[in-house]
């Protein structure tokens, strides 16, 4: 060979070796291919690639290997094509390098790679295995590989054991390789091993940062990966913050909170203007009930990155917590504003006007949502559960009829049959909870599914399987005390009124202050003639509802028992000035007045209301036939309370 093309192949090479791609390039160029050997042309093809000049290489090995069957330049090729996105290129050439020499650790590495970006993992895993035998000083990097494999198939067991045999030499390890393994060990939930794990990357991670080269030059050292699989590696430790964003979600996980925040102020310091860590920042103040300080946060991060929805998102939450549903709605709306097409934005404040009960808004919001988005089930429940919250149980069914349509469910089967409940559709609803059942068995252990049977089965009457319903709700749930006043409910219209009692006792003593459960007792007590003990529930029952009407009419009924007519006068007027349209207690009223007060004139207006408002769109005659049919007063009283009534409601509006 001529001396200016030994010097050029002596240049080319040295250059080549130390890195310097573009001179090393030039060289060659100078040596040219026809003049290199077979080993040569494949060093030359990766530099060339290596250059960008990736056509250019696969052309030299495609010319060499059209005269020679050469292992190298086979797995050389398959390795540029790997990169040019021809996996089935790829592994065809690794075939052949392959079934040429099957013992270098390169071409099942290689393979094993290419089998992996086409998603074929058992393949894969397959030919890792054989690279681990090939080669001692590659295990740590190979064993790392194949944990991303593993990871991809779900195998989180065995890649974990990958990592930690890749960790296993500290020597060699890279933080990469703890980070790793600390993902496979949450997966497991072993929180605690992973934190253990992680901290050794991070402690690693931290020390290589400080270096110049931000831990480049330890990187190839430590792996032999190529100057781009390097700066991947750097650009992934960046991309995760020095893995402290992963090490405050650990701390979450564990409900370490502080420690939480104290991993994202530490990576704040490091990367201070990553919004992704202010928007945690914000969320793990919000949890920690530091609102003012979540809010201000929040609020600088959605300034600098105004059009970034998860700062309007996360702002709105923190505002939603705080319960200022004036804030969070003018939050969405802003959001929407910039991002009108996002339908969960329009989601979030259909909610959010539901919260802060602005129904219509919140209606048609979701009506606008359902327009853009038909297809989602979801927006049909809420379309429903909008509807539930106005009444409309017609139009809540017909919205689950619809989620349902578009995916059958348990949850919405259960939630129609309630919209079908409300509407006394007893039958079509004990159809749902049958469907719901059929898709998801566990519903028969909980005991929310024994609790809406026995609710159907009451609506229709049948008290025996509404006990039988509700007590297998309570063995499921024996310390809920609304079981128990259902259960009792049921005792009580089948009659069996001491059961009815005891199931009062026990929802009462597991919360001594359930309005309804003392109601019920204090309306037992009366019906056994326990008129005291009647008269400390309903006192009780007065006192947790004071607005409520019903109460003061039983301590009305239960005074007037107990000969304490005055109270019983002082309840009844209470329930009037309450409900004026409650006839009873006018009636209730006049009697007292009659018969214990002697006061004929109280009576009489009593009487005359109690026609007013009793009598509904009866004529004349059918009201006074009412009055008739009613004992305790005389004629005379009778005669008056009728010419009362005509007198002062003859011409009424209240009867026009």
């Known amino acids: 060979m001529p001396v200016v093309y030994s010097i050029a192949r002596w240049m080319a090479k040295r250059l080549h070796k130390r890195q310097k791609l573009q001179q090393s390039l030039r060289w060659y160029e100078r040596w040219g291919v026809v003049r290199m050997s077979s080993d040569e042309r494949v060093d030359y093809a990766g530099l060339l690639h290596d250059s960008g000049k990736s056509e250019q290489a696969v052309d030299v090995l495609s010319k060499l290997l059209a005269k020679e069957q050469h292992a190298h330049a086979y797995e050389r090729r398959a390795h540029i094509y790997n990169e040019m996105g021809k996996e089935e290129e790829a592994i065809a050439d690794l075939n052949d390098a392959i079934l040429l020499d099957s013992g270098p650790y390169i071409y099942w590495y290689t393979r094993a790679i290419t089998h992996h970006d086409r998603g074929e993992y058992e393949l894969s895993v397959r030919d890792f295995k054989e690279a681990l035998e090939r080669r001692e000083d590659s295990k740590a990097s190979t064993y790392y590989e194949m944990g991303n494999v593993y990871m991809k198939m779900g195998s989180f067991a065995e890649a974990e054991a990958c990592y930690r045999e890749s960790a296993s030499n500290p020597a060699k390890a890279i933080p990469h390789y703890y980070f790793r393994q600390a993902q496979a060990l949450e997966q497991m939930n072993k929180t605690e091993e992973a934190q253990d794990a992680l901290s050794k990357g991070i402690k690693l991670q931290d020390e290589w940062r400080r270096l110049s080269d931000l831990g480049a030059a330890m990187l190839k050292e430590r792996t032999n990966y190529s100057p781009a699989a390097v700066a991947s590696f750097l650009k992934g430790a960046q991309d995760e913050y020095g893995f402290r964003l992963f090490e405050s979600k650990l701390h979450e996980a564990k409900g370490e909170l502080d420690a939480a925040l104290s991993s994202v102020d530490e990576a704040l310091r490091q990367y201070p203007n990553a919004a992704e860590l202010q928007l945690r920042k914000g969320s793990l103040l919000r949890q920690l009930d530091r609102h003012?300080?979540?809010?201000?946060?929040?609020?600088?991060?959605?300034?600098?990155?105004p059009l970034w929805l998860p700062a309007y998102m996360e702002l709105s939450t923190a505002y939603r917590t705080l319960g200022t549903h004036d804030e969070m709605i003018s939050m969405l709306q802003s959001a929407k504003k910039h991002f009108p097409e996002h339908t969960v934005v329009r989601f979030w404040l259909a909610d959010a006007y539901r919260e802060a009960g602005r129904d219509e808004e919140a209606r048609k919001e979701n009506e606008e949502l359902t327009?853009?988005?038909?297809?989602?089930?979801?927006?049909?429940?809420?379309?429903?559960?909008?509807?539930?919250?106005?009444d409309r149980y017609g139009e809540a069914e017909q919205a689950y009829t619809k989620a349902l349509q578009l995916e059958e469910t348990a949850d919405f089967y259960m939630r129609r049959s309630f919209s079908r409940y409300m509407e006394d559709r007893y039958e079509e609803a004990m159809m749902d909870i049958?469907?719901?059942?059929?898709?998801?068995?566990?519903?028969?252990?909980?005991?929310?599914?024994?609790?809406?049977?026995?609710?159907l089965y009451a609506g229709m009457g049948n008290w025996?399987?509404?006990e039988a319903e509700y007590s297998r709700a309570l063995a499921q749930e024996p310390d809920n005390p609304q079981i128990y006043d259902r259960r009792a409910r049921s005792r009580f219209a089948a009659e069996r009124i001491t059961d009815a009692l005891a199931d009062c006792n026990r929802g009462l003593q597991l919360d001594g202050n359930h309005a309804r459960l003392t109601w019920l007792r204090g309306l037992i007590q009366y019906r056994l003639d326990d008129h005291e003990?009647?008269?400390?529930?309903?006192?009780?029952?007065?006192?947790?509802?004071?607005d409520d009407s019903q109460g003061h009419y039983n301590l009305g009924l239960i005074y007037n028992h107990l000969d304490r007519h005055d109270e019983a006068i002082a309840s009844f007027s209470k329930v009037i000035e309450l409900n004026p349209f409650e006839a009873q207690a006018y009636l209730e009223r006049a009697s007292l007045w009659y018969h214990h007060s002697f006061d004929r004139i109280r009576a009489t207006d009593d009487l005359a209301q109690w026609l007013l408002y009793a009598g509904g769109e009866k004529p004349y005659g059918d009201r006074f036939e009412m009055l008739n049919e009613i004992r305790g007063f005389d004629d005379e009283m009778r005669t008056r309370a009728k010419e009362h009534f005509l007198q002062v409601y003859g011409n009424s509006q209240y009867l026009s």
């Open 371 to 390: 327009d853009m988005e038909p297809n989602d089930p979801l927006n049909w429940k809420q379309n429903a559960e909008i509807n539930i919250d106005a």
């Open 533 to 546: 003990a009647a008269l400390i529930d309903s006192l009780a029952y007065s006192e947790l509802l004071p």
């Open 434 to 455: 049958q469907s719901a059942i059929k898709l998801d068995e566990s519903l028969l252990k909980e005991s929310k599914t024994a609790y809406a049977l026995g609710e």
């Open 292 to 305: 003012s300080e979540a809010v201000e946060v929040l609020t600088l991060l959605k300034e600098n990155n």
């Open 464 to 466: 025996e399987l509404a």
